[in-house]
């Protein structure tokens, strides 16, 4: 098996591009779903909420744990497990009928969450196999091709769910036994590159340019969080937009994160630093909240949509290249820590923007629009020197 996998080495990037996909898709093939599932056993549409807080606190506690252990045993051996993890949650949905609300919306995305933190291990296997000069490009692609499990992953759901919701679940665990299949036969372990910078080989420390990089990873999380958690139902009630028009909303912004992280990212990647790039995609993020909140014609909403996967685009690749280059041997470890404390924001993040939603339906925007310019100004101040330091 060993001599089989090692033919495949120099496929090691697509591969792993590969691999990144049918993991998120493996997870978007429930979204769709979910309010139904919740619904027919029940439950109130507050455990739609509560499911996204269980599955954030999954990948907050697996992104700590899988991190770590994929710097001590191996990315691969990592992403095997949360491969199965991801099978196991999609069991949980499969025998909803028979198990009940509570494993399946607790254990089942508990276990679900455990399985989406394979992201920062991902990561990690990225910056193995990366060069100082590629390493926010490849981290992009990574981006890429979650965009588009994200894309895919919903409309075959949505498709799937007209036969039943079972089959749904039945998809999503074929989609994840596809990617383990993946790792398992053809996704060699990577040889970390040494870089003359980077000679000694020593594990990374939990720097003062670390720590800045989590909290930023935090607080433009929570900044971030309307868009994920109330959009949909702010494009029902302020442009009056039904499933069909939704539906095309999350095709311009996956598409758009698709386009620039896949392709043109690289090209601004060579005009700009991580740090310029941080800065430019917090701005970027800063004037669409405000025009989003403020703008009231559906035409103009075309125009503004694409302009969050811009920043949010520059903005976690740059994050994630900076983090795994402070972190040196320890990238496992440390993108998974940054990966949670990401889900710690999308704890946070949803409650406060739907508390906010219910004083004012633009308030969470217009919010958020403010709180990226108190992130830029905290970038430049805190962020600058460390960056040119480490």
């Known amino acids: 098996m060993t001599l089989f996998i090692h033919k495949y080495q120099k496929f090691q990037f697509p591969l792993i591009l590969a691999t990144a ?81 509570f494993l399946v919306f607790v254990g089942g995305r508990f276990i679900a969450g455990l399985a989406g933190s394979g992201i920062g291990v991902t990561q990690a296997y990225v910056s193995d196999i990366s060069t100082p000069e590629n390493r926010t490009k490849q981290m992009g692609m990574i981006g890429a091709m979650f965009g588009l499990g994200f894309l895919v992953g919903p409309a075959i759901g949505g498709a799937i769910a007209l036969v039943s919701y079972t089959a749904v679940g039945v998809a999503g665990m074929i989609a994840a036994a596809v990617n383990l299949l993946l790792i398992i036969l053809f996704l060699p372990e990577p040889k970390k590159h040494v870089h003359v910078d980077e000679l000694q080989l020593v594990p990374g420390k939990r720097t003062k340019l670390m ?23 702010y494009s029902i009630d302020r442009f009056q937009f039904d499933a069909q028009q939704i539906a095309y909303v999350l095709i311009v912004i996956g598409l758009t994160s698709i386009i620039y ?111 990226f310019v108190v992130i830029l100004l905290g970038t430049y101040f805190l962020l600058s020197d460390e960056v040119a330091q480490g």
């Open 21 to 101: 996909f049918f993991d998120i898709l493996g997870i978007a093939i429930l979204l769709p779903i979910l309010p139904f599932l919740i619904h027919n056993f029940g439950a109130s549409g507050a455990w739609v909420g509560y499911t996204l807080a269980i599955y954030s606190i999954g990948m907050f506690v697996g992104g700590f744990i899988f991190g770590k252990l994929s710097d001590k045993y191996g990315r691969r051996s990592m992403l095997i497990i949360t491969s199965i993890c991801n099978i196991l949650g999609y069991l949980t949905v499969i025998f909803a009928p028979i198990w009940g609300l």
């Open 211 to 233: 720590m800045t990089l989590f909290i930023l990873s935090f607080f433009t999380t929570i900044a971030f969080s309307p868009i994920q958690a109330i959009s949909t139902q």
């Open 261 to 371: 992280q896949g392709f043109l990212i690289k090209y601004v990647r060579a005009r700009f630093s991580e740090l310029s790039m941080i800065h430019l995609g917090i701005g970027i993020l800063a004037i669409s909240f405000v025009l989003y909140a403020y703008n009231a014609s559906s035409f103009w909403l075309w125009f503004i949509l694409p302009l969050f996967p811009l920043g949010m685009g520059a903005i976690q690749p740059s994050i994630s290249s900076l983090v795994a280059r402070d972190a040196k041997q320890s990238a496992g470890k440390y993108l998974g820590m940054n990966n949670s404390y990401m889900s710690l924001g999308n704890i946070a993040g949803p409650g406060i923007a739907g508390l906010l939603y219910t004083q004012s339906i633009t308030l969470p925007f217009y919010v958020s629009g403010w709180l």
